[in-house]
């Protein structure tokens, strides 16, 4: 599990907090998202957990363990991270991306062994993009390459992972595979979960616990039943919703 | 496939390593350099006495080895540079290593000639790179595009070093720095070629050994972070042991450009990008390409063109080539 504790965040030589005290824990086994509007410091915060941006006051725990000032070897294997999509710059296989996951598990002047080929066949396989394998993972689709991502946080082995807005760049369609399939390994494999996500429906369907955001503030922590009222988005996003049951799942749809 | 064009890449210094030698204004027939080689390592052949052997075995074999060495250094050490810079365009030339090298290099034959030459080639190649990286790094970031600008900036300046160095100096040290700075490999002999080891040792070997994790610096500084690399001590690993190589190769030959730039190049087009792969066989492919722009500057015509001039005119055309078809996506982040 992950407890955040007091954090405060500003950039150096700034005067104003972008994160001013926020505290939230996140569970075994479950998925917890981190939901707030454009500039509400959920990227920050993002940013802070998983050890980019350093210079926060605060305390980031994983299993008990404060991971300030921890060596980024030992950090990697107690959380990954799933960056937004990007390119690389070498076309490299999906294969040699997977199999990166496994770079703290590597010594310094040695290159994978046996056991990390494994590794990384079981995460493509356990993802279902096996058949990827070979193909260049700047040739392949955003949804597939988020799912090559995925991977290789697998490959990596940490209790805890982090995914940066997995949705962002993703049609319809993928989103809805990608977010499943986060949905499925996390509880497959016991996984401490965290995610962004700036829109509250994808929050609402495919969260455990939702964090809301808002000027660097924490709005609410609980369930999306409980969190996702109509108050709370139009005092966030500053719309007029209305909250629809659809076969026990709340959707919130806009007043246009 | 790709394992036989990895085997034949792995293959080409030795063929072409072999080709080199029995090439030249002597003429010595291929099998007769194979025995002589034999000879001289297995004893198994007694050629005798006879010219060929002095030819083959002090003249063209330190040569030849030289040129290899010091091609596979320069190309290491532009796989290197190119991965840790996530910049296919980039290479000790570019970055200015080898200007800062040669400045070392001059300021030692000209003023301070009780120091190992090799030493203040790897001071001043130190800190070029330092220099080109530092300039270009702007809000944490580093663009391809101002990582070369800064590496034609600080290798201009230590251009403009060597040739105050040039100017002060004593006439009869200018020839010999300025026949050096030309790159060439005319005046190699076996304690070149056992100078040039060191960086095979202290550069080239650690690269090897550290290659994997080339191909997770490449992602980005806070990716690789992320999945457990210490990037600034690694990257600080890498910048050492590849201006090392550098510098090294300078110092026995002076600037040759472009080598790690195009070998590199060539071997990704040809096995891709896993560095696992990559590195190795751009060593084989860099000591390839000097040994044969080398065979190629000492025999085209009567005299010795330095090999420097042969990289640079198939360099050029080269990184227009990559430039023209990379287009946008070559200069982007």
């Known amino acids: 599990m992950l407890e955040v504790k007091e954090l405060y965040f ?245 007043l246009i | 496939m790709k394992g036989i064009k990895a085997l034949i890449i792995l293959a080409s210094p030795f063929i072409f390593g072999w080709i080199a030698l029995f090439l030249g204004a002597y003429g010595v027939s291929p099998i007769m350099v194979l025995k002589i080689l034999l000879n001289e390592t297995l004893h198994v052949f007694n050629v005798g006495d006879i010219p060929e052997k002095a030819i083959i075995v002090d003249i063209r074999l330190p040569r030849v080895l030289l040129a290899g060495i010091v091609g596979a250094c320069l190309s290491g050490a532009g796989v290197t540079l190119q991965g840790i810079f996530r910049n296919p365009l980039v290479d000790p030339f570019i970055l200015g290593i080898s200007a800062g090298a040669a400045f070392g290099c001059a300021i030692t034959i000209g003023f301070l000639s009780f120091l190992p030459i090799q030493f203040m080639a790897f001071i001043f190649g130190i800190t070029a790179v330092a220099l080109a990286y530092t300039v270009a790094r702007t809000q944490g970031e580093v663009s391809r595009l101002t990582l070369i600008l800064s590496g034609v900036i600080v290798s201009a300046f230590f251009t403009a070093l060597v040739s105050i160095v040039k100017f002060l100096v004593d006439p009869n040290k200018l020839q010999s720095i300025v026949y050096w700075l030309m790159g060439s490999f005319s005046l190699a002999d076996w304690k070149g070629v056992k100078v040039s080891l060191l960086g095979v040792i202290f550069g080239l070997i650690p690269i090897f050994l550290m290659r994997w994790r080339l191909n997770v610096m490449s992602l980005g500084e806070e990716e690789a972070k992320a999945l457990g690399v210490n990037v600034s001590r690694d990257r600080l690993l890498f910048i050492g042991f590849s201006t090392f190589a550098v510098a090294i190769a300078t110092s026995l030959c002076g600037i040759i450009g472009w080598v790690g730039l195009m070998v590199p190049h060539l071997v990704r087009m040809l096995i891709g990008p896993d560095h696992k792969t990559l590195v190795p066989l751009s060593l084989a492919g860099g000591a390839s390409f000097m040994i044969a722009a080398d065979t190629i500057s000492r025999t085209i015509t009567s005299f010795d063109i330095p090999v420097g001039i042969i990289t640079a005119l198939t360099g050029a055309p080269f990184f227009i080539y990559l430039m023209k078809r990379g287009g946008k996506e070559a200069w982007g982040k």
């Open chain 1, 10 to 254: 500003r950039h150096k030589g700034e005067k104003r907090d972008i994160l001013k005290g926020i505290s939230f824990s996140a569970e075994k086994g479950f998925i917890t998202t981190i939901l707030g509007p454009n500039g509400s410091g959920k990227t920050t915060l993002f940013k802070c957990i998983s050890g980019i941006w350093e210079n926060y006051k605060g305390e980031v725990k994983v299993n008990g363990i404060s991971i300030d000032k921890l060596p980024y070897k030992k950090r990697a294997r107690l959380f990954s991270v799933v960056p937004q999509d990007h390119e690389p710059a070498f076309p490299y296989s999906v294969f040699d991306v997977v199999l990166m996951g496994r770079a703290s598990y590597v010594g310094i002047f040695s290159s994978p062994g046996k056991k990390d080929y494994e590794k990384a066949e079981t995460a493509l396989e356990l993802v279902g993009i096996r058949h990827l394998k070979d193909l260049p993972y700047t040739k392949i689709s955003g949804g597939e390459r988020q799912l090559v991502l995925i991977a290789r946080a697998i490959a990596q082995e940490a209790p805890v992972m982090l995914l940066d807005e997995p949705t962002s760049h993703l049609d319809f369609k993928n989103q809805i595979n990608v977010l499943k399939k986060i949905k499925e390994i996390a509880s497959l494999k016991g996984l401490t979960v965290i995610m962004t996500l700036h829109d509250p429906n994808l929050a609402s369907l495919f969260s455990d616990k939702i964090v809301v955001i808002n000027s660097g503030n924490k709005i609410a922590e609980g369930s999306p039943k409980e969190v996702l009222t109509e108050k709370l988005i139009k005092r966030v996003y500053g719309i007029d919703v209305v909250k629809v049951d659809i076969n026990g799942q709340n959707i919130i749809c806009p």
